[in-house]
RNA sequence: GCGGGCAUAGUGUAGUCUGGUUAUCACAUAGGCUUGCCAAGCCUAUAACCCGGGUUCAAAUCCCGGUGCCCGCACCA
């Protein structure tokens, strides 16, 4: 499906729409609607039990959006988010000052104050790329956080956070002592970041208010986390940086064991393998729609040493895009805040020995893989509009619908109250044919349909058989209510990893 | 941010060039009759010209500004 039609589909459904739509919008802000709000609660616990439910030293925490002006300082956020620009007076274009100032200065701009950078360009006589003027405009910062007045007095500065990492980070001396001072150590965070984009487009895909799920493992880098086991025979879809450069486009399919041959550690390549089988396991992206795109030393963040963007192949947006990635950070998160900070956050060894701990960071963008779960499994079949979920991510799990609603109404309310109270998310329905309730439940991914009917009732008010209608397949049986609950249970539980903890 | 295009019920649209009657149609939604296992039929109802200003006897239609969306470029430590 094209992206107009994929998003008039959710917000006419209430999956999600623009937020303060009667004003007109707000760009980069969207609302979850209930079925949206229902999804996305169910990826961020699907992906809680799939990473962090992988060690028993892994912990979730959920920290403050707000942070003081002396973290992103710290972190690098302040400078590094910060892209000085320079304006052409005479067409109006904007450009990165890197991008003006490249000839003549290709080690690029950074530590340099706007002045410094106006110097150069004047010193140097340098035109604007687009129309050839020298009419250029003093360069002004344009640091895409958001920072908010704070304290009573308004007279310091805090930040929303640019990325949940950062609370990891600042959290990890507190961790340390709550975890019993062991590594590896897994912190994780499911929450909002906020980044003032210049172009929000796209939907969930650049948005200036956006849920992450990140998790932070940190460990002794003389002892790495991850062993491959079982998985080394395991095919990862790359497309690794020589492949790039000799400009080939395409996917390789190479198992795990040739990607630590070539250089990649184990640790790393464990957890790849742990993100493939995430996305492919328990969001249900076919394998063939993924790849790990490896980011070159020029692509990649400096702090960076390894870096796979997990993309995923999106109709919708014509081509691969960006849902998630595992960062090898190395011990600088942990050595700029210590530095920042005046505290010491190296850890002793069992030998008294102290390390920083090293960071590998899973990212995962929970909006955009809402989107994806849209693109890869909601499509047309002929006449009818199919929400492929996974039925454990279904936002209503088991649609209940009496056949002919005077007759069999009280039947199929009390079995969508008995579901309701057993934790299944059950939505009771008597509007209109019953082909019509079948179709809305598709397009809502509904994963089953119950139909109470006349022969439910021969054996009592509330204790016959029903038609248990499969959403995929259309195909029907028949099953006693009492047992409805039980036998949808296990399609309704949350994939959990079966790869040993990374210890 | 730059350039181009676009904006009409919940969704998709006709009408805009060439200003003029009660703003078209389909689906969806709600109610009724009927039917009863895959979007059946009939009747009825709800529901729209993005916001602000201007021109005009008269603006969905023309002009200006804003906002939002789409495409390309740029951006995405």
Redesign the pocket.
């Known amino acids: 499906m094209k ?3 994929l ?3 959710l ?2 459904r209430g999956v999600l ?2 937020s303060a739509e009667i ?7 969207y609302d979850y609607g209930p079925l949206g709000a229902a999804l996305k609660r169910r990826v961020e616990d699907a992906w809680t039990a799939w990473f962090v439910g992988r060690s028993p030293d892994y912990y979730r925490i959920e920290p403050a959006e707000l942070v003081p002006e002396a973290v992103v300082r710290a ?3 302040l400078e ?2 910060t ?1 000085p ?1 320079i ?1 052409c007076e005479a ?6 000052a ?2 003006v100032v490249e000839k003549v200065r290709p080690e690029g701009v950074d530590g340099l104050a706007p002045n410094q950078i106006e110097e150069v360009v004047r010193a140097n006589h340098l035109k604007c790329p ?1 129309c050839g003027s020298t009419a250029l405009a003093v360069p002004r910062a ?1 640091n ?1 956080m958001f920072d908010v007045p704070f304290g009573v007095q308004r007279s310091e500065r805090a930040y929303l956070l ?2 949940t ?2 609370a990891s980070y600042l959290a990890f001396a507190r961790m340390w002592e709550v975890g019993r001072k062991a590594l590896p150590l897994g912190i994780a965070v499911v929450g909002r970041a906020y ?1 003032n ?7 969930l895909f ?1 948005m200036r208010s956006f849920t992450q799920a990140e998790l932070q493992i940190f460990f002794d880098p003389a002892d790495p986390p991850g062993r491959l086991g079982a998985y080394a025979e395991e095919k990862v879809p790359v497309l690794r940086v020589d492949r790039r450069e000799k400009g080939e486009g395409s996917t390789a399919f190479v198992p795990a064991r040739e990607l630590v041959a070539s250089g990649l550690p184990e640790f790393y390549v464990d957890h790849l393998v742990h993100l493939l089988r995430f996305l492919r396991e328990v969001l249900g992206f076919p394998t063939e729609r993924i790849r790990f795109f490896e980011k070159s030393d020029k692509e ?5 040493r390894i870096q796979f963007d997990a993309e995923v192949h999106l109709e919708s ?2 081509g691969y895009k ?1 849902v998630g990635a595992v ?1 090898y950070r190395g011990d600088y998160d942990l050595r700029r805040h210590g530095d920042g900070s005046g505290k010491d956050l190296s850890v002793a060894r069992p030998s008294g020995e102290r390390v920083v701990p090293h960071v590998l960071e899973l990212t995962f963008g929970v909006d955009r893989n809402l989107w994806a779960l849209a693109d890869v499994h909601l499509a ?1 079949e002929g ?4 929400w492929k979920l996974p039925p454990y991510l279904a936002p209503v799990q088991a649609g209940v ?7 069999q109404r009280p039947f199929a309310e009390r079995l969508t109250a008995d579901l309701l109270a057993v934790g299944v998310a059950a939505a009771y329905d ?11 439940m ?2 809502a991914g509904t994963p089953f ?1 119950v ?6 009732l021969a054996d009592g008010p509330d204790r016959g058989t ?2 248990l ?2 959403r995929d397949s ?3 049986e028949r099953v006693p209510a009492a047992e409805l609950a039980a036998r949808l249970a296990p399609s309704l539980r949350f994939p959990r990893p079966t790869m040993p903890p990374p210890l």
């Open positions: 992206s107009d039609e998003y008039a589909l917000r006419r729409w623009p004003y007109g919008g707000a760009q980069g802000l972190s690098g956020h590094n988010f892209d620009e304006s067409c109006h274009a904007v450009f990165r890197e991008t687009n344009f895409l640019p990325e990492a950062q980044r984009e210049i172009a929000p487009r796209q939907v650049r990649r963040a400096f702090y960076n947006l014509g960006e960062h047309h006449e009818r509009t199919v619908f009496p056949l002919i609603p005077k007759e008597e509007a209109s044919s019953i082909g019509k309730r079948y179709a809305r598709d397009e349909c139909t109470v009917d006349g022969p439910s029903v038609t209608r499969q259309k195909a029907q």
